[in-house]
């Protein structure tokens, strides 16, 4: 990016950090970015980092190219519709983390007819290891398109996506995954404890494992399947493993887990939207 645009985070939560966080560690000046928040006290340690940040939302957004959304969903009407007269005046790209909430429901906010974004990221961002799923509403320029994926790619791999919908399934491929992996490495670790290792030696182990697996998959030219044959010798260990995820029928967990996330991200739209 040689021209920065100025960015203005609503919210300064997990989120808005994480993303943060991965922005400067890839040069993007802090002084380009701002951050608003009820609570002052809570927006210290980013404004030590050159940030300007302010309690105001409309402050925030103020002469902002770039306005991420970064509330709760529950949060998102009452936090939009008083900025809906700035919204007119500046004509922001508006890019929402918020799930579930449709571009319609952000748009009717807004007072109408605004650029918005929907991007659905994960806190990997802030290790630059982020997944983003985006889509674009009709007022989106190409050139804010282009704008959009130069910002969040700085935080990891951005992927649009042609129907709104599909943002209920990237929800529960990527969005909410990194607490599904995490889970699976606390489930490891204590298994491990269990088998008498200590509990440092039982983390580093588990770690290293998660993070050479990924990045095997990732650089490997045969698909996940492949490589666990590779991993898994006839008769040997690793085989009594997998039979026994096999015989809990993991797939199946997998997949309703999936399928509860995204049917929550469906309800959320309904229950808290304004379609
Ligand atoms: N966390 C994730 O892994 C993840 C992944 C993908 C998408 N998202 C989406 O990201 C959004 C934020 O989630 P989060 O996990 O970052 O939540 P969070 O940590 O609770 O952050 C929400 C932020 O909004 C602030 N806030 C509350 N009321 C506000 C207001 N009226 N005006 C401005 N800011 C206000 C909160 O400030 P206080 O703390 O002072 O109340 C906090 O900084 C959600 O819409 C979520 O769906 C999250």
Redesign the pocket.
């Given at each position: 990016m040689n021209q920065h645009p100025t960015l203005a985070f609503?919210?300064?939560?997990?989120?808005?950090r994480a993303i943060i966080g991965g922005l400067i560690s890839n040069g993007f000046p802090a002084a380009k970015i701002r951050a608003?928040?009820?609570?002052i006290d809570?927006l210290a340690d980013l404004k030590s980092q050159g940030l300007f940040v302010t309690t105001d939302?409309a402050e925030a957004m103020s002469s902002a190219d770039i306005v991420v959304l970064?509330?709760?969903?529950q949060?998102?009407k009452?936090?939009l519709q008083p900025l809906a007269a700035a919204a007119a005046r500046n004509k922001p790209l508006f890019i929402s983390?918020?799930?579930g909430i449709t571009s319609q429901s952000i748009n009717k906010w807004l007072g109408g007819d605004q650029a918005i974004v929907r991007c659905?990221?994960?806190?990997p961002a802030l290790v630059k290891m982020g997944a983003n799923g985006l889509f674009a509403n009709a007022s989106v320029s190409e050139a804010q398109r282009s704008q959009a994926v130069s910002v969040l790619s700085a935080t990891g791999l951005t992927l649009w996506v042609e129907q709104e919908e599909q943002l209920h399934a990237v929800t529960a491929v990527s969005?909410?995954a990194?607490a599904y992996y995490f889970l699976f490495m606390e489930a490891m670790i204590a298994a491990a404890e269990k088998q008498g290792l200590s509990k440092e030696v039982a983390t580093q182990l588990t770690l290293q494992t998660a993070r050479g697996a990924a990045e095997m998959a990732l650089q490997s030219d045969v698909d996940p399947a492949e490589l666990r044959r590779r991993v898994t010798s006839p008769k040997g260990t690793t085989e009594q493993a997998i039979l026994s995820f096999q015989a809990n029928h993991l797939d199946r967990l997998v997949e309703e887990a999936m399928q509860a996330c995204a049917a929550r991200s469906v309800s959320m739209a309904k229950e808290l939207g304004d379609d």
């Open positions: 609503i919210g300064a939560g997990n989120m808005a608003s928040s009820p609570t809570r939302n970064a509330v709760k969903p949060m998102l009452a936090v983390v918020a799930a659905m990221p994960n806190t969005g909410s990194p």
